[in-house]
């Protein structure tokens, strides 16, 4: 049975499989965000992350970065953001860690799913006999004789 973790060992364990398992493709770009939010957010600095930060530490742009001429930042966040909803649907849905980037966000949420527990149902109740009446409405039957109350 593995060791139980703390929630941010936890993250840094879901990062690592993000960045080593392969799931993120070929793309340098959506690593490289990926790595520099994760860390920013690790090192309690999330509130760094912005725009601007991104290009220049990130993805090497120059220091005078203007995102009205250049949307590589958002484009990026846009294609991080849909990859890691592919990698949860598919080969990652299991995790119990997931990281998620919200929309109008740079900096990621780890979203920590709860363990399942298995839920028994009750015991059935006695059940009455229904009868359907010409308009679909269930009602219960009465046995022969009975009165109606």
């Known amino acids: 049975m593995a060791p139980d973790l703390n929630a941010s060992e936890r993250e840094h364990q879901e990062f690592d499989w993000l960045m080593n398992s392969g799931v993120l493709g070929r793309s340098h770009n959506l690593a490289q965000v990926l790595k520099f939010i994760c860390e920013k957010h690790f090192e309690g600095q999330a509130s760094q992350i912005t725009e601007h930060s991104l290009a220049v530490e990130a993805l090497g742009r120059r220091d005078d970065f203007n995102p009205q001429v250049d949307t590589i930042v958002r484009v990026t966040a ?72």
């Open 78 to 149: 846009h294609q991080l953001r849909k990859r890691l909803q592919e990698i949860y649907a598919g080969p990652g849905a299991s995790r119990s860690v997931q990281v998620h980037i919200p929309p109008g966000q740079y900096a990621p949420s780890f979203v920590h799913k709860e363990e399942k527990i298995a839920i028994v149902p009750p015991p059935a109740l006695e059940t009455q006999s229904r009868v359907l009446h010409p308009l679909r409405t269930p009602l219960l039957s009465r046995p022969p004789g009975a009165g109606s109350g």
